[in-house]
């Protein structure tokens, strides 16, 4: 691969290519050259990395040639469609749909848990769902240490993983309710502005969302562990980017808060904030545009044998997209 590769990005306009964008230039990722690619309805818009001004060109089946690294980030249908043109091409699809995630042939990765497993790709590499990867960030250092054996938790999440036409809604809502008027809605069946939705992403025939289910089949992947079982209930709040998990973990061996709260202050990529005398806990407010995730509210579960509670937040636009996508190209030009 090369050192200083040229890097497109599919759906560099949205909520997720915009980060994208950023964090390339945060983490000064020695990009060789940028193609920025969206819908027809893009064409000629410009965005910048560093002082370099970019205009965004249609994604096509032939945008792929002389590009050594592509971030997916348009939507599941897109990847299906182009990512196979593009590895065709010779590039290597760092993808953020859940389209390829489960295929064994892709790797799926949090690079702080299995970043390894970036070079067993075959031209895709899948970047996980935004709250099984914040989860994990947490739960897997413990699983290291104790042995996870299934968590129960529910899920606070922004409105930053609908896309930009979501965090728009949230602030007209919150607009037309201070201004006494009717609120509209476009994107949620219901109003999000000053109410909570039980409901991200469709309903399964079990009565489990998809979303919900892949923070089981997503977690088994990443973390290696086929056996692991998560019971979740994803809920849509109105904030703007970050996402939190509340979590319940049953573990083989003896845990206690001492030890958990060792084993999370080493933990990579994670801040333990945990001060609940002092109201300290981590907060969606305060871990926006935060590379680290932060967990806190450790305390030993009261209904389950070798359970631990904790409450895990993370950045869904960074960790939970834009930052993990370009972590694993940055262990790809290793
Ligand atoms: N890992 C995870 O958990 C997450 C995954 N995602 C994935 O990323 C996708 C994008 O999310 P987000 O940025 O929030 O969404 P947005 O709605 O904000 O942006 C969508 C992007 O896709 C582009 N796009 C849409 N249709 C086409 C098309 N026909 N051809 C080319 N480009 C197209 C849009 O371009 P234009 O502006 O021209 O319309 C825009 O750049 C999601 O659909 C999801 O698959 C997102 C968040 C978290
Ligand atoms: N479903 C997530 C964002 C997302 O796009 O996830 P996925 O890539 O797993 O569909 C959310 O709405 O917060």
Sequence with gaps: ??????????????????????????????????????????????LKLKEQEITVQELTKDSFKGIDIALFSAGGSISKEFAPAAVKAGCVVVDNSSYFRMDDTVPLVVPEINGADVKKHKGIIANPNCTTAITLMALYPLHQAFNVKRIFASSYQAVSGTGAKAIEELERQVGQIVAGKTVTKEVYPHQIAFNVLPHVDSFLPTGYTKEEMKMENEG???????????????????????????????????????????????????????????????????????????????????????????????????????????????????
């Design 1 to 46: 691969m090369n050192r200083n590769p040229h890097v497109a990005i599919v759906g560099a306009t949205g909520a997720v290519g915009i980060e994208m964008i950023k964090t390339l230039e945060k983490r000064n990722f020695p990009v060789g050259k940028l193609t920025l690619l969206a819908s027809a309805r893009s064409v000629g818009k410009k």
């Design 220 to 334: 088994r992947k990443i973390m290696h562990h086929a056996s692991f079982r998560a019971s979740v209930t994803c809920v849509r709040v109105p904030v703007y980017r970050a996402h939190s998990i509340a979590v319940s973990a049953e573990f083989e061996k003896p845990v206690s808060v001492e030890s958990a709260r060792l084993v999370l202050s080493k933990a990579p990529g994670l801040d333990l904030v945990d001060a609940p005398e002092k109201a300290e806990y981590p907060l969606p407010l305060y871990v926006a545009e935060k590379y680290n995730c932060q967990v806190g509210r450790l305390r030993m579960d009261c209904a389950l044998d070798n359970g631990l509670c904790f409450w895990v937040a993370g950045d869904q636009l960074l960790k939970g997209a834009a930052l993990n996508a370009v972590q694993i190209a940055e262990e790809l030009i290793k």
